[in-house]
């Protein structure tokens, strides 16, 4: 049986390099050039797979990636396998191991089948109506049933080793699809000196050109054509070709996702090289020459394994040389179908009848298939199949005044069907073009462009290849005329630019644009046919009519209801004969119905691909501040912090974090401590603007800031609620830096560029994150100034000289600092920035320094707690999003005067000055030793009805040493109002009272920040 369905020569294979491969388990031969699906047909296998629902035998559909059947998974070894693999796409390489999905126990007797039996109790929505008796039955039964029926191949349970890269791109024209009008367009944008990039989904450039055998262009055969226009594309320097890569998305500006399989293909993969490679390509102008799709024919038993597109069965034949049966039927609406039947006849396949469905048949390609003394059967249509796991023979009847007379039938092993072309649009949906119908084509053509894109050839609804080729070229020739004078966006689907064109001399046959949708007429049972629309999830004629008797109309429900168009293939095959079969039963016209939405990606794409190197401890980076190794080495316990590990806090033996917590407290308050607080957000602004940048960013005033200074900054959003906060110090008259909380850097930077760019160009003004360039020690307590003061270099810290709130640069153990005088625990405080290198061994110095004092290193724990007991907030705990700066005390820090700043129309909302907003107050328990649970809520009365009106939430809450009690912040409604009431935090079995109080715990006048 080996390649017995092989042409003796021809095709593009490589006949000297035989392959051998195995598909469940049984072993083929094919040849380097093959893709699985052609092996496998030039070695009389059709039967490659099982439907979703009703688990049918099926086999190819098509030779490309609309192809819903032939998904197989394919293994390397346990860790490389790949399921959902189109087999019309998997290329032929030695060792190759298939193996078909959805099946068991085998593929040839598959016990899912008995679903077929049921079939009249399955219908399209059948799901929403049943599994509802008895109660409880679904998560016990119904579902768990379900699931393990449900799904398409087996997902991989070891970790993938192979590689996935990322690549920015930037062109001036992106041409989408090499056929002849994607190669045209390319040669003409690149001969003017345009950067151009080409890709293609294929292992090879040139689309149809690949199949054709009898086509010329300007005097010479296609194939020729396509070697020397492949080669003066590869000769120039600003081109960049792309094979085996699919433009899978359109995104806005211009921004095309495209999916490169690098290695797939070969035996022994370089492991150097990656398996897929994702690139970003931002294009000037874009030509989308994606082609056109054959439709297959609705008719019963349509699905059988045999029964596939005629263009698919002409391009087995002429570019793999594998012929797709010995005894064909064809069933035609159209001229393609002529086509096939005559490179058939030619290529040795006995070519028993052509079924036409239109009722006169006239043109050349039909005359030609008579002369060739082809059975040309006018006004037919196939009533259904005979056969189990390959169809054996064809039923076929004439039409007449819309009656099908008795049915003959004709032995076969194929059946080959042509609904006509549908242009690929969907690249163009995706880029929010407008789509329109057009009858004479029977098709949706690209209108009105959204973004700097044109369609070229078959796609647009061009046919006949010198018209294709020209096309192409003066789309090409445009668009590169546009990227250079960069024109406006939102034309309409012809090009902006007037190109001069190029006329080709090209000759062939090719398919016309006549064609049907919807279903062909059959005088059988409708209760008991099946006539598939879309092969994949199982959706068929009568459930689509279904669908409208239920009462859809917008072909977006009843894809929805009955799940056509749903499936991997994303409807390339069966969205077009749906509307035609919801058109004609409801009795609109097809514009009316709608369209479904074309959503990325155009095909499949793997997981891989996205990922690319953020895997394993690249998906959550681990950052390190310089200070960690010393923190680890001194028993510290460690949290995640955004992206940081920070120290959580010190235990010494026999401690557990409570008591750890206390004594660092209490160190603090005492005497003093340090903290690593290197994982601040730092952005350094610079530049003659900076001062009005930072007016404009802050609520509060920065203009009149001297140098030296520090000042507390609130950044709000657009909507005025609180975004981001930090201590900002203004290092010179053109530059400030500033802190943001550890979580909020990127955040910020990302709001400022955002204003600098679009709404401020004018501002001349730099940003820079700086980050993780200072490694930032914070020394807080009475005794702090005296651990400081012998290793700081040229500045004076006396209390007069370096007040709270201030910044001076000098030295400290010799390395340059800038250090602050800030406390975010009450006591006096500086923060040592220094460059992040020196971090540690300043870190030493100070830890040494400050022995003689007990100086106590402590952890973000003890933080929480210190700044709690001063009532300062937490930007993200305090804080949720709809949390104004008066609602959280700080409405001290806006600008009154200020004529604007980010936020500040927003502030003015008559909501913000209710009085029944959430504020920030302090709670105090009765009994000082029960510590809230933050997130827990507030009630006035828990003795109301359910449900319970909620003033707020506890967001704050620690034992404090302290004050030897515990302490908690809450937001509630009109708090500031109901200090000195008692309200009540109800939990699980007791209801805890709760006095309202000043959010300010401990020294509420600030005396102790000086020192």
């Not at 490659?48 to 998904?71: I, Q, W």
Request: proline residues 6%; neutral net charge; aromatic residues 8%.
């Amino acid at each position: 049986m080996t390649n017995r369905f092989r042409t003796p020569s021809g095709g593009r294979i490589d006949r000297r390099a035989r392959v051998s491969f195995r598909f469940d388990g049984q072993t083929y031969d094919g040849f380097r050039g093959d893709t699985l699906a052609s092996a496998l047909i030039a070695n009389g296998v059709h039967l490659v797979g099982r439907s979703f629902k009703y688990h049918r035998p099926r086999g190819f559909l098509s030779a490309g990636s609309d192809e819903p059947n032939a998904l197989v998974d394919v293994a390397r070894d346990r860790a490389r396998t790949a399921p959902n693999l189109r087999a019309t796409q998997v290329e032929l390489y030695e060792g190759l191991n298939a193996t078909s999905q959805n099946r068991w126990p085998s593929l040839g007797f598959d016990a899912g089948a008995m679903n077929d039996l049921f079939s009249p109790f399955l219908p399209a929505g059948f799901y929403y109506k049943t599994f509802m008796w008895p109660a409880g039955a679904w998560k016990r039964f119904y579902e768990p049933k379900i699931r393990a029926m449900a799904g398409l191949g087996v997902a991989p349970t070891l970790p993938d080793p192979d590689r996935y890269t990322q690549n920015h791109a930037f062109c001036d024209v992106l041409v989408v699809g090499a056929g002849p009008a994607g190669l045209a367009a390319a040669l003409a944008a690149s001969e003017g000196g345009a950067k151009v990039v080409l890709c293609d989904e294929q292992a090879e450039f040139g689309g149809s050109l690949l199949a054709e055998t009898a086509a010329t262009i300007e005097g010479q055969p296609a194939a020729e054509w396509l070697s020397q226009a492949l080669a003066t594309l590869t000769a120039r320097d600003n081109v960049t070709l792309l094979p085996r890569t699919t433009a899978f998305g359109y995104f806005p500006h211009n921004l095309i996702a495209l999916a490169e399989r690098v290695t797939e293909h070969l035996a022994s993969p370089d492991p150097n090289q990656p398996r897929e490679r994702l690139w970003k390509v931002r294009a000037r102008e874009v030509v989308i020459a994606a082609g056109a799709l054959e439709r297959p024919l609705v008719f019963p038993d349509n699905d059988r394994p045999g029964v596939m597109l005629a263009d698919a069965g002409r391009t087995y034949l002429n570019r793999y040389g594998a012929r797709v049966g010995e005894r064909v039927v064809i069933f035609t609406a159209g001229d393609s179908g002529y086509r096939t039947a005559l490179d058939l006849k030619a290529g040795g396949v006995a070519v028993v009848a052509v079924a036409d469905l239109r009722a006169e048949v006239t043109g050349d390609l039909p005359a030609r298939a008579l002369a060739a003394g082809i059975d040309v059967r006018p006004a037919t249509v196939v009533t259904g199949t005979s056969g189990r796991l390959r169809i054996s023979a064809a039923h076929l009847a004439k039409v007449k005044d819309g009656a099908v007379s008795p049915s003959e039938k004709i032995a076969c092993d194929a059946l080959l069907m042509s609904g006509g072309l549908t242009p690929s649009v969907h690249l163009f949906s995706q880029s929010r073009g407008k789509l329109v119908w057009d009858e004479a084509a029977g098709a949706y053509l690209p209108g009105t462009s959204a973004e700097r894109e044109r369609s070229a050839g078959a796609c647009r609804g061009v046919h006949g290849l010198a018209a294709v080729l020209e096309d192409g070229y003066a789309k090409g020739e445009a668009a590169a005329k546009d990227a250079r004078t960069h024109a406006a966006p939102g034309r309409a689907a012809s090009p902006a630019s007037v190109a001069e064109g190029r006329a080709f001399d090209a000759s062939g046959d090719h398919a016309s644009a006549d064609g049907f949708i919807g279903a062909t007429p059959h005088a059988r049972n409708p209760a008991f046919v099946k006539a598939f629309v879309d092969w994949q999830n199982d959706v068929t004629a009568k459930d689509i009519k279904l669908a409208t008797r239920e009462g859809f109309r917008s072909i977006e429900h009843v894809k929805r209801y009955t799940t056509t168009g749903m499936a991997t293939d994303q409807g390339k095959t069966s969205n077009m004969n749906a509307l035609g079969i919801v058109s004609e039963a409801i009795g609109e016209a097809v514009p009316k119905i709608g369209l479904t939405t074309f959503r990325p990606p155009f095909t499949p794409t793997t997981f891989g691909i996205f990922a690319g190197e953020a895997r394993g401890d690249l998906f959550d980076p681990v950052r390190k501040t310089a200070i960690h190794d010393w923190a680890a080495e001194h028993g510290a316990a460690f949290e995640d912090v955004s992206l940081w590990k920070r120290a959580h806090y010190f235990p010494k033996a026999g401690e557990d974090m409570h008591a750890a917590v206390a004594r660092e407290c209490r160190a603090v308050r005492s005497s003093v401590g340090m903290f690593d607080a290197s994982t601040l957000g730092k952005i350094e602004i610079v530049g003659p603007d900076a001062a009005e940048f930072m007016n404009r960013m802050y609520t509060n005033a920065w203009l009149k800031l001297a140098p030296g200074r520090l000042r507390y900054g609130v950044m709000l959003r657009e909507d005025g609620f609180v975004m981001d906060d930090g201590v900002v110090g203004r290092m010179a008259q053109d530059r400030f830096h500033v802190t943001t909380t550890t979580g909020g850097a990127p955040r910020v930077l990302a709001h400022m560029e955002d204003y600098l760019q679009t709404e401020w160009p004018d501002l001349d003004v730099w940003l820079t994150s700086t980050t993780e360039q200072w490694a930032v020690i914070a020394v807080q307590g009475p005794k702090a100034r005296a651990v400081l003061e012998p290793l700081v270099e040229g500045i004076d810290l006396s209390r007069e000289a370096f007040p709270h709130m201030c910044v001076r640069e000098g030295r400290i153990c010799g390395v340059p600092a800038r250090l602050f005088s800030v406390s975010f625990t009450g006591e006096l405080g500086f923060e040592v920035n220094v460059p992040a290198t020196y971090g540690r061994a300043v870190w030493e110095a100070i830890f040494a320094a400050g022995e003689p004092f007990g100086i106590t290193p402590y952890g973000t724990e003890t933080m929480h707690v210190l700044r709690a007991e001063k009532g300062y907030i937490i930007v993200g705990q305090e804080t949720d999003g709809t949390a104004t700066p008066d609602d959280v005390g700080l409405g001290w820090a806006i600008g009154k005067a200020k004529k604007d700043f980010v936020g500040k129309r927003s502030l003015e909302r008559a909501a913000f000055f209710r009085p029944d907003r959430k504020q920030l107050v302090g709670l105090l328990t009765k009994d000082p030793r029960t510590v809230l649970e933050e997130g827990a809520q507030v009630v006035a009365d828990p003795k109301a009805l359910v449900p319970v009106p909620m003033l707020g939430h506890v967001t704050s809450s620690y034992m404090s040493a302290t004050l030897e009690r515990s302490i908690a912040l809450a937001v509630v409604k009109g708090g500031r109002a109901r200090i000195g009431q008692t309200l009540v935090v109800p939990m699980p079995g007791r209801m805890i009272e709760v006095d309202v109080v000043e959010p300010v715990f401990y020294d509420p006048k600030g005396e102790r920040l000086d020192g």
